[in-house]
């Protein structure tokens, strides 16, 4: 059983901490702490900022998160699991040497510290992503490893659509995220064609995916399209129907 100490309020704003970080002189009684404690099991390392490397590199990263925040962390309370305070304070309190040998930069400056270990715990938030996969492969409860390990890997390989289904709390729904990546998971072409960017129309942007548009208008068009709700066939006809919307030749992608 580890114990961990919670940061107090105002800890993001304190200096002491990352100077105290950086230096190994955490100081479990000193004034940035708090004098609440959890208890939990194991806290086994895992990947917890996934900004660099190649797209496979980060998909073996989100992969080997997930399955250890599933394995370990997502048995204690929502209530901690889904608490910024105690994956800030986790990181200080035991993960230092990951932190430092995976990511050096946290040595240039608090900028970069806090861009890595103190990150806003939210949808742009890597733990935050792995933390709600971690929930819905286990409350798809599967019948083997075998098949909670493809669902793993399809939010791996669909990052992009994962990330903008998790933006928009409509989406945060695990059967509904579950139904699109069976989708994915059946429609190859469909999940190719929505990592794809979108070059014919730059009025949208330099960067924009035809994924992220999707999942745009299955939001805008709630609740007159109950998407989260919808049953796999239907569901899978609405996303092409919003796909068309922007595809330069309208018989590109046909539903399969």
């Known amino acids: 059983m580890l114990e961990i100490r ?5 800890y993001k704003n304190n200096n002491q901490v990352y100077e105290d970080f ?13 004098e609440k404690t959890i208890f939990i099991n194991e806290a086994p390392d895992f990947p ?3 900004a660099n490397g ?12 997930i399955s250890t925040i599933k394995q370990s962390y997502i048995q204690t309370d929502r209530s901690i699991h889904l608490n910024e305070v105690f994956w800030h304070s986790l990181l200080i309190t035991k993960k230092r040497e990951y932190a430092l ?10 900028s970069e510290f806090d ?3 103190f990150k806003k715990f939210d949808w742009e938030n890597y733990i ?3 933390v709600l996969a971690a929930e819905y492969i286990h409350d798809a409860n599967f019948d083997s490893e075998e098949e909670e390990q493809r669902y793993i890997k399809l939010i791996a390989a669909n990052l992009d659509v994962y990330n903008y289904l998790i933006k928009y709390s409509i989406f945060r729904n695990s059967q509904f995220v579950m139904n699109f990546l069976t989708i994915l998971g059946e429609d190859e072409d469909l999940s190719n064609v929505l990592k794809l960017k979108i070059k014919h129309r730059p009025d949208l942007g330099k960067d924009e995916r035809y994924g992220r548009r999707v999942i745009f208008e299955l939001n805008k068009n709630y609740p007159v399209v109950m998407a989260p709700f919808l049953e796999i066939d239907d569901l899978k006809k609405e996303i092409y129907t919003a796909l068309s919307l922007y595809l330069e030749n309208k018989n590109e992608l046909v539903l399969s």
């Open 6 to 10: 919670l940061l107090k309020e105002g």
């Open 54 to 65: 190649s797209e496979e590199e980060k998909g073996i990263a989100f992969f080997e998160a």
């Open 101 to 110: 040998e995976h990511y050096p930069k946290i040595m240039n400056g608090k």
């Open 22 to 34: 950086i230096s190994e002189k955490i100081d479990l009684t000193a004034d940035y702490f708090s």
């Open 48 to 50: 917890f900022y996934i």
């Open 115 to 117: 861009n890595v270990v």
């Open 128 to 130: 935050y992503k792995c």
